[in-house]
């Protein structure tokens, strides 16, 4: 069960109405990697767990400090859309190029659609989608998920941070993004610990039966490209990574011969497809 | 620039003919951890890469592989698809409950479409969508990335290997999950590597002027959930993970008090918004 | 069968061009509520329908009504195109911010890909689809899905009114707000009507066989949040509305105890989740 | 804040596993009208609200309890997949056509990307998408929106509750429909008393001024198709419904003579439109 | 404007019941090639057509004829669904392997979301989308496009045609497929017609000031890909097609050397791009 | 098999920076018809092809080469947002109108997700999407698909030719106009000679077994509209195009009697539609 609170965890208080950075922040809230992105992953991670305990714990947890976190920019982008010239203009003023330059920059939808509300867009005002987010029943699989999405979105608050200088935007921002830290560190510190005791370790699913005829086939990295500097990587020698370990990388510049391609297929003539 | 040869890298040839089946290989052709997924999404990181040399050799030679893969299972899924009762019946057949079992388990649109040909779809129909991919111009967020999405992939074609016993489709996808063997090796070392030479650390972004204000905020695992065993997680307690590390996890069963919502807004009168 | 006619319902003429304005008008035209919203949501609703007579007959009406709107709308973005600096430029007029502004303002797809035409979209470029509408075979779930489709979309109309002092196009606008008045009207009019002659009453759908273990649940309002307001409104006291009635609401300072979720699940281990 | 608890609202438990039945339930999680949308309609209305008070502490309160409905259709649908046999065969086992019956009726993405968990898609495997959600700022618009999602949400879990004939999954439907109706109820008390205290009324927006010249475009039912029994409703004579009234319904049998339609546009040569 | 008169073109009732026929039906009444796609894009390139007359005249004319279509494909599919076990079942009907087979081929959507209705999606249940068609403002590309629409088109009614016997289904599409084979002629006339009278002539746009250090390019076959066989074809040899003609097509066995790759680009470093 | 080499076909180097027009360029990047569409849509066209030889050695020849056109544009758009104001300000750089016009009319994507990359999406910020590619396993039904996406493609690229006058994007953008100048030719090159080898004629297909009682409607041209030039062109009179030639064309002011509707469905109660 779900339950709310009329409290925000952190102030979220612009100084001034900004509907340009209004339609930025968006991103973050509504994008591929906004906060109802970290919301329902780890919601249904947390749905989709296997085994009662710590780990099922803190997805249930973590899951709903973010939906506290979509609720602090939805917050905050009410306000900054407030008092902003926002189209409403009974008059002429678009031809004074300030002012068009700023509606030109805003996302319209928060005037025409939501009166001056947050919208569950992206800061191109695409739809947030349900196939931005990932649970697959294995932890280690997706807590490294957990872990790319907590990259990828401290990234897009660090350059949004940069996008202005409002000071109550920034002191939203700069504990968002402390946030978005610890749970850099906690995906990470969990997904090290799964394979320290092996629950699950690399290669995902461990468990799965290889076919040792082409135990080769992990190990080499193969240069499909003529970039000659690919090969002084760590990819390409020294001992592979991950548990177990079988050997060494290898470097082969470029694939082996292929395989002859199958011929064309025949399907049935009533698909009326060219066959000669 | 990309060039074409009329060979595959592995045999794509099953055995007999399985609609059913063929429905289910689209997933990782063109569902959201599919070869298009990467094969994209390793060419946008290349073409994003702001430092010539080994990493942008990597991504281009592991995007032309990709295309390759993409390739192979198009090829596997034509011939799964070749001699099956894909639905052109002119007869009666449907009442036979196994033809009709067979005809209910395949994607409609490879007959209606496609002809008896594969599609750039999921193992839904859903088309494939270019907000699968990731390609931040960050490489340590984005191998992360790429790290996330070979787990993915690796797991769902050993799933898929599980869904047939076809000699010829086992044998494709033994080879296959060996590759992404190596690409889940190949993107960890890369990571590391990365974090080894300073280049990016975690936090990411490493440069990123944090606001000292905050910092207790990026060690505190808070628990919004009611699971008492996320305290005993790595994640709430001990050192913390990353660099420059800055003391211990702490832990905090419930969140401290919040801060006040700020009032309810009160756009331009013109919006209609209901405010009294 | 449809048919049409070489004339507006009434006049669509701008007195001036103007491309940012045309892209808001997308919305009206190829958005969530949209004149290809309602026009396609009455016909499906008139397709589905199950019986003749009065009810489908509006259904049909209004149906071609709306796509009469739709012509209307794409005929003023046309005009509003037409003589608009949407980017064609061959010179350094976007170094004037006046010009460079309204660029910015505009759909650049109205330049790009539909050469000054309007397109089947909303004002920030989404395609409409077929998801925006609702047909369920049930006369009063579907007549009040329509009240609110012509609320929500007259609210949008007027906001859109204010944005512009273009005479003309205020002329369109004030017509259509009357009919968007009178289509408010009607499918009230008509839910009023279905449920005064008990052809379908609420709760919807009516016939249904309630569990009478849990009608307690159908009058309680349960407060999952803190805000001590919501006991005051008439849903939380009271007599309940609809027909049958039932008695009183009730007011639920907060849930019930709840009961415990059941075991995590343990899949075929061939999934690979995580089991511990 | 949001906050969650490890416990249920109600009980979530099947008699037995069933992956078509838990494809099906997928449609009242993710659909059009799931418990995804109302909870996060809700949400984005509570942010949006520009009045404090017992309004948005009602959308508070509503949009949690819809997460936890979430929670509990996610929960048994996890469960109705836990033995069944989803796909994972190594074996003969598809030409047995009941079992080829039951895995063509499931959604094989529960399967190969969630390892037998709930996904945030509807009954066809479409993502949720943001685009499901309606959230305007004016409350009379917004609480019908919210009603007609209640009367189509009920209308399809009824519909749901006739497919299967599994105890459990019957118990928590059963429960779920009575809080349904109380939802019905509510919106529409909701609704009333907005009116009644003349908050807003209808016409929606009731502030904007209204063009006197075509007012009445307000009043006329005009007949775009041949349907002759549309004359015969309330939306075609007699006093019209809102506030304030106007007059009478008007009947026309045809639209009146449209205006011409302006001359086709002629955009700048550089978009190579065909001119002449 | 736009007329509904309640009559079909032809007739549209099938002899039985058949809800996975229904379903596949969808395809060419919501698909990418449906009807509802070409009544949309022949509609748009009325709207943005730029002269008046025939051209126009036919636009407006197949566009309202394509309504009409839609409207026989969802007549028909309402009644595949009439009396089909479309999953409503009360028992345990499941558990027959005739049954079960036949509510796995079905749009369960049918039934949940429509209550035995048609919707605008295609055979696999994506919703139909603006972004299927086409109006650039054109008259050549767009009615190339309609070409190809139609033969699209025609080719999966075709398809569908060999997937059924019931004589009423393959009645109505025998008569669209003759309508389609008038609309392949049609399009291909006026499309010759515009070359002829040089309203418009390949390539498009033929006004364009084309760079003459590039013609070379505009006539060279080049190869990317191993197969020799592409010498052989008129694309690769003799005069070129089009107006005005300028030589012979040539045939290059490889592409010639490129040029190098300009230097990985490095941002402002607010980006928090990686640049060593 | 796809291999890379690190060299562009054709320079990618713009005078200088210019983030409006990279959005803008994204249109024949990862548009309906951008660079994206045509190498996907060749490459699937070559996996469904039926026969080897000199048509698919063609398709997997120019699938490769437009995949190295996606290269270019991708090139050329990092190198457009390289120096260019994208919106990391640290500043009171927005009240600068020059400036806030261009941050307008950017994607701010490429700034907040993309870090100054390019994008695989189109102008509006749509993500490119499986749905745009037709593949049918039909030749001459696909090389005219081929034709049209050359023909809409070739029309975007010489709009924004015009929308720029940087000497080094115009130079890109002229090789690869008359590149697809060659490709228009090609297209409609092989298309001929499918027809006159008499390997696929019109209508496609033509191996359908027509329904002879319905060859009249194959003829007319029917007036669903009231433009009475529609009779005047070559598709009203005169002899049918296509193989095999049937008579002349017809021409009919309007359509004959349509035929009267089936009576509305009446489905199973338990779908709860209102049914009187
Ligand atoms: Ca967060
Ligand atoms: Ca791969
Ligand atoms: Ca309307
Ligand atoms: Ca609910
Ligand atoms: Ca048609
Ligand atoms: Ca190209």
Chains 1, 2, 3, 4, 5, 6 share one sequence.
Do not use: C
Not at 9 to 29: F, G, M, N, S, T
Not at 103 to 118: E, K, L, N
Not at 225 to 242: C, K, L
Not at 258 to 269: E, I, L, Q, Y
Request: charged share 20%; glycine share 8%; hydrophobic share 40%.
């Amino acid at each position: 069960m779900f339950f709310h609170k009329q409290e925000l965890q952190h102030h979220a208080k612009p100084e001034k109405a900004d509907a340009v950075y209004a339609r930025k922040l968006q991103e973050v809230l509504g994008g591929q990697y906004g906060e109802i992105t970290v919301a329902m992953q780890y919601s249904f991670q947390a749905w989709s767990a296997h085994i009662p305990g710590k780990y099922r714990d803190l997805l249930f947890s973590v899951a709903a400090e973010e939906f506290s976190h979509v609720e602090m920019l939805a917050t905050m982008i009410a306000q900054l859309l407030e008092k902003a010239p926002v189209g409403a203009v009974d008059g002429a003023v678009q031809s004074d190029p300030t002012i068009a330059a700023i509606v030109g920059g805003t996302d319209v939808q928060h005037a025409i659609v939501a009166g001056a509300g947050p919208r569950p867009v992206d800061s191109n005002g695409n739809p947030w989608q349900g196939s931005y987010i990932t649970a697959s029943g294995n932890l280690l699989a997706d807590f490294t998920a957990n872990a790319n999405a907590e990259l990828q979105g401290r990234l897009q608050v660090a350059r949004l941070y940069h996008m202005t200088d409002d000071k109550g935007v920034r002191d939203m921002l700069g504990f968002l993004i402390e946030r978005d830290t610890m749970h850099q560190r906690m995906w990470t510190a969990a997904a090290m610990e799964l394979q320290e005791k092996g629950i699950e370790t690399m290669p995902v699913p461990d468990k799965f039966p290889r076919d040792k005829n082409y135990l080769d086939a992990s190990k080499q990295f193969i240069n499909f490209s003529d970039g000659a500097n690919a090969a002084d990587g760590p990819w390409a020698q020294g001992p592979v990574t991950g548990a177990p370990e079988e050997g060494d990388f290898e470097y082969l510049p470029a694939p082996n011969p292929g395989v002859p391609m199958p011929a064309p297929t025949t399907p049935d003539p009533r698909f009326y497809g060219t066959t000669a």
